[in-house]
């Protein structure tokens, strides 16, 4: 038992020695060999990594946008994934108006905020300077209680702003910058769609999520953007929970206002949506086991393409090597110690082609963590799955070149030119 | 005192002086080729003692390299049967043979067939490796035999920077290190110079002197005559069998 140990223990270092002398003599053909295990692994790493750091920037956005705010409105956007048909059903619905959200802040017990919204896309000018295609948002006074904004300067809009119709915009960094480069903004007029706005306030730059633009855009009093963009419009409502203990509650609270509302009999289902970020983390959860799922696939293809080179280039190997196994049958190795030393030469390669895409992988991880606002998180286990998983692959597309090795008849072998 | 751990290195394994270390019983080795079936070897009996130096001689396509084949364990008999140290191995495993040739039997070939990547050294540790001796022990025995054929100062080059004699040397102490019973030397002149020929012939000889049972397999009369007995084989039969005092 110690002699077969101490045996096998010499042919593992023995191997990993010839491997290691194989892949160094034939460096650019083992850097081709290696190239579809080190892009697999690349893959699994730099994507896992780039989906826990998407996770992790999910789930603080939601606790920063407040878990205990929900949103009413005419149509489930996420159900065009979900289910495509109760999405163009929905569209049908009642529009969500202004009276709603307005029904809803007055009978509302258990809500804090509740802010109509609704968005557009337009240019915005100042001057002979101009802003293309700025996210204009319509909202009403309470918009700071239902999302984070922080000032810059100036002041938010205001009760009278909304109540008045006043033609008064906060802007986004962006657009404060391009528009007014080296002046203060406060109080300066810039033209909306054809309507003149006074600058009232403008707002901190907010970290952009993966290349989206988050600072170009602007804040006007919801029913400015009625009078002026048309007011047959559904609207988007935003209430904040008084708490999150009751934040169910106030979510049937909203529910039972809007059925009564519409007339709905007990039976007939919403015609409206309120959703939760319980429902985007839900979806993001699918999502993301998706993209899990797709990368599944992609890395096996990758990796069986990887594992086939790997055993071609391993039965090329055994080829030229015939003497050597003759010389080394002769010398008394036996079947299985050639067929271990082939097994752990493929290991090896595979091995060191994980190694390589697990660098690669962490280096490509860091790379988003540089330059994308997505958290810099390597998982772990990540490295370890692909640890096994390039060790399974070596045992396995190793095994057959590695058996034809051992089957050699040393009398042939040795007469191999 | 070095000459003498040596010379007890060198010894050690060797069988005593009148222990018998072959003996075969009709030999045969047919080759079923299609229609024609060719008789490599076609009854060879044959008893070689402990510290006999036999030749083993004839042209090409004798049998000469079969005989060798079935004598280094690489083959197997058709029929007929073959006794190593009394022990029957005509009839063993691939495996079972491995661990003979790696106990009993020390190879020297013509190509000298050593390992182009691995330095003299290794090259000679390489039957230890496979009797699963621990590194240390294997690197010291290996260097003891390595300057018993006077080649401790090259053990860390590559066969390639080797000189035809050295890296026959190299072979040599890798088919002695470990201490087998029957040294087997497949033509190892063959590709050496004349010169280089007699030191590799003066280093055969010296190790019988101290006890090795060694068989030379050549074609060459010159070579041949070195040995105290030999065997002439034609057509896969034993033709001649000669004793010089």
Redesign the interface.
């Known amino acids: 038992m110690v002699e077969r140990r101490a045996r096998e223990t010499v042919a593992i270092s023995e191997g990993i020695r010839i491997a290691l002398d194989a892949i160094w003599a034939q460096k650019l053909r083992s850097f081709l060999t290696l190239l579809c295990v080190v892009i697999a692994i690349l893959s699994i790493i730099a994507v896992v990594s780039v989906l826990d750091g998407m996770d992790k920037y999910v789930r603080e956005e939601v606790v920063k946008a407040g878990t205990n705010v929900f949103t009413l409105e005419r149509a489930n956007e996420l159900e065009i994934f979900t289910d495509f048909n109760a999405f163009l059903e929905s569209l049908k619905s009642p529009r969500i108006r202004l009276a709603d959200a307005q029904a809803l802040r007055q009978e509302m017990g258990l809500a804090s905020y509740v802010d109509p919204g609704y968005r557009t896309r337009v240019n915005v000018y100042a001057g002979d300077r101009s802003v293309e295609n700025v996210e204009i948002q319509g909202r009403s006074e309470e918009y700071p209680g239902v999302e984070d904004f922080d000032l810059h300067l100036g002041r938010h809009l205001t009760e009278t702003d909304i109540e008045t119709n006043r033609a008064s915009v906060v802007l986004g960094s962006k657009v404060a910058e391009i528009l007014f480069p080296d002046l203060d903004p406060l109080g300066r007029k810039v033209r909306i769609g054809g309507r003149h706005y006074e600058v009232v306030g403008t707002f901190e730059e907010r970290a952009n999520v993966l290349g989206n633009e988050r600072n170009s855009f602007a804040i006007i009093p919801i029913t400015s953007l009625l009078q002026q963009f048309g007011a047959r419009r559904s609207l988007r409502v935003y209430v904040k929970a008084r708490d999150l203990d009751a934040f169910p509650r106030a979510v049937e609270e909203a529910r039972t206002i809007m059925r009564i509302r519409r007339g709905l009999r007990p039976g007939q289902k919403d015609n409206f949506s309120i959703s939760t970020a319980e429902q985007l983390l839900t979806f993001w959860e699918k999502l993301s086991q998706g993209i899990f799922l797709a990368l599944t696939g992609i890395v096996s293809i990758t990796l069986v393409v990887g594992g086939i080179i790997i055993m071609n280039v391993m039965l090329v190997s055994v080829t030229e090597r015939t003497r050597e196994i003759g010389i080394r049958k002769a010398l008394g190795a036996k079947r299985r110690a050639i067929l271990f030393q082939f097994l752990v030469e493929a290991v090896t390669l595979t091995t060191v082609g994980g190694i390589v895409g697990i660098g690669l992988g962490l280096f490509a991880a860091m790379l988003v963590g540089a330059f994308s606002p997505l958290p810099y998180a390597v998982n772990p286990w990540s490295i370890v799955l692909a640890l096994v998983i390039v060790f399974a692959v070596g045992i396995f597309f190793g095994l057959y070149p590695a058996s034809r090795a051992s089957r050699l008849d040393p009398v042939v072998a040795l007469r191999h030119e | 005192m070095a000459e003498e751990a040596a010379r007890a290195v060198l010894a050690t394994g060797a069988p005593d002086h009148d222990g018998e270390v072959i003996r075969t019983v009709e030999l045969m080795k047919i080759y079923d080729r299609g229609a024609a079936e060719v008789r490599a070897m076609d009854g060879v009996s044959l008893l070689v003692h402990a510290n006999e130096y036999c030749a083993i001689m004839g042209p090409s396509g004798s049998g000469k390299s079969t005989l060798m084949?079935l004598l280094?364990c690489?083959?197997t008999p058709t029929t007929g049967q073959y006794f190593l140290r009394g022990q029957e191995v005509s009839r063993l495993s691939?495996?079972e043979l491995?661990?003979i040739?790696?106990?009993e039997i020390g190879?020297v070939?013509q190509t000298f067939?050593?390992?182009p990547?691995s330095t003299a050294l290794r090259n000679v540790e390489?039957?230890l490796?496979?009797?699963?001796?621990?590194?240390a022990d294997r690197r010291d025995r290996a260097r003891e035999v390595l300057r018993q054929v006077g080649l401790e100062s090259r053990s860390d080059h590559h066969p390639s920077e080797l000189s035809g004699g050295e890296r026959q040397r190299v072979a040599i102490a890798?088919a002695l290190v470990?201490g087998p019973s029957l040294l087997l030397a497949d033509e190892p002149t063959g590709n050496l110079d004349s010169r280089t020929s007699g030191e590799i012939l003066a280093l055969l000889d010296q190790l019988h002197e101290r006890g090795h049972t060694i068989l030379l397999v050549t074609h060459d009369p010159e070579v041949g005559r070195r040995a105290r007995r030999t065997i002439r084989v034609r057509d896969g039969r034993i033709e001649s069998d000669e004793r010089r005092g």
């Open positions: 084949n280094g690489l083959d691939e495996d491995a661990e040739r790696n106990r190879f070939f067939h050593l390992l990547r390489l039957p490796v496979y009797a699963g001796m621990r590194a890798r470990n």
